[in-house]
């Protein structure tokens, strides 16, 4: 039988997050920061996130919170904002969804951002426009073909 070398194995990495039943303090964004909403996942560490600013950025989840804090397509994010690539940012912190409503309350975020959905606001057009999407036909096209 082979030695075992390491310090462990996944349930030595699975008791680590014992803190996160308590409250922390509310984090505001600053200068180079912006908050964002999660608008999909791509994989790799990155997102998809549709900025409070109105831009789209893709964003790339910070090695502190990767494989530790699991985000959602719908999450709020802050993120910083990159001088040199306005189009890519950097998730820096999930808000849990009582924080968010919170930022809500203060006016950090609008009124018209939609909190604890599965998809961010902006795809819901799809949904009443539905009807629109399919196509009838009749027998005589139905024939012809």
Known sequence: MPKNKGKGGKNRKRGKNEA??????????????EYAQVLRMLGNGRCEALCIDGTKRLCHIRG???????????????????DYQDDKADAILKYQPDEARLLKAYGE?????????GIAGGMDEEEEGGAD?????????????
């Open 20 to 33: 996160d039943d308590e409250k922390r303090e509310l984090v505001f964004k600053e200068d180079g920061q």
């Open 64 to 82: 502190k919170m990767h494989k530790k804090v699991w985000i959602a397509a719908g999450d709020i994010i802050l993120v910083g904002l990159r």
């Open 109 to 117: 975020l609008p009124d018209n951002l939609r909190l604890n959905e």
């Open 133 to 145: 999407d399919y196509i009838e036909f009749e027998d005589e096209d139905i024939d012809r073909i």
